[in-house]
Structures are given as structure tokens and as C-alpha cells.
């Protein structure tokens, strides 16, 4: 259990010192497409940058070695089937750390590109960075069970989230206002 709480602490550390850094680069993105006559500076710099900076910590979090069960679940639902047997505060961080893994993707790819304006897009994005997070979790041996319902539940984290800033899709914005 220390072990869990040193990851969390050192994601904490790092969001700490990435927010200053995550609002300078913000700013400079916003300067460096403005002059250059970009549709939507402000818009884009935000979710430009608070993808990075909100998916990194989690896939760092993900791909950092570990001394835990190795294996790969590819029954899907079974691992999470499994976790109905584990105390409930154990099952809540497995759920909850897998649904925001992709969360800030879900929440900003959209309001970034008109393109990406449709919850199938976006969970297609999602699953796909999914399952190379989990196949390089087994490709690395980095001491952590690779299952498909990590990559369902990332997945619907990212279809969620994405739900949640509807309101400010880029489809929803006047034409010409922002790009494709």
C-alpha cells in the first residue's frame, strides 16, 4: 500500500510544478497562433495543453515499473468481476484511476477539433491508446497485469468526459471559428 501512495504523491509533486508550466506553455501556444493568424488560439492552447498535461501523469503513473501481479486478462469483464470479491476502497481506485486515465483526452479532444465532435471518435482515440498502453505494460514487463478491461474502462472514462463538455464541442461553435 506505501508503494500506491508514493505514486500518488509523486503525481501530486509533479502537478504542482506542471501547472506553472502547463499556463506558460498555454500562453506561448496562444501568442505563437495568433500571429500566425490561427481561427481558434485560446481554444486550441487549452485543450492542446490540457491533454498533455492532463493524460502524462496518468500514463507515467501506468507505465512505471512495479512489483505487482504480472499477467494478461483477455476475458473482458473478468477482472473486473473479480474485483467484487476485493474491499470496496480497492475496487473504487482500480475503477476510478482506469476511467480518468483517458479523461482529460475525452473532455478536450473535442472541444480542440471539429473533427474529433462525435463520442465514437473519441472513444475510438481513447481505445486506441489504450491498448497500446496496456500491450506496452506487457511488452516491457514492467510488473503490471495488462487486461481488456483496463481498455474498456479507459474507454468509457474518455466517452464520459467527453459527454461532460458537450456543451463546448467544437461542432457547436459558428464556422471558420475553429479548426478541422
Do not use: C, K, Y
Amino acid at each position: 500500500m506505501a508503494r500506491t501512495w508514493e505514486l500518488w504523491g509523486n503525481v501530486i509533486i509533479a502537478g504542482t510544478f506542471a501547472l506553472p508550466l502547463a499556463l506558460l506553455a498555454i500562453l506561448l501556444l496562444f501568442r505563437r497562433r495568433t500571429r500566425a493568424g490561427h481561427p481558434a488560439p485560446l481554444r486550441t492552447s487549452i485543450a492542446d495543453v490540457g491533454i498533455a498535461a492532463g493524460t502524462a501523469p496518468w500514463i507515467w503513473m501506468i507505465l512505471t515499473p512495479s512489483d505487482g501481479p504480472t499477467g494478461v486478462g483477455l476475458v473482458p469483464f473478468a477482472d473486473l468481476a473479480d474485483l467484487l470479491d476485493a474491499p470496496w476502497e480497492a475496487a473504487l481506485v482500480q475503477v476510478g484511476g482506469n476511467l480518468l486515465v483517458f479523461a482529460a483526452l475525452g473532455a478536450l479532444l473535442p472541444v480542440r477539433s471539429r473533427a474529433m465532435s462525435s463520442i465514437a471518435r473519441v472513444a475510438a482515440v481513447a481505445a486506441a491508446f489504450s491498448v497500446l498502453a496496456e500491450a506496452l505494460q506487457f511488452a516491457l514487463r514492467l510488473g503490471r497485469f495488462s487486461s481488456v478491461d483496463d481498455v474498456v474502462l479507459n474507454t468509457a472514462g474518455a466517452a464520459i468526459f467527453a459527454l461532460v463538455t458537450r456543451r463546448w464541442w467544437a461542432d457547436r461553435i459558428p464556422g471558420r471559428t475553429v479548426p478541422r
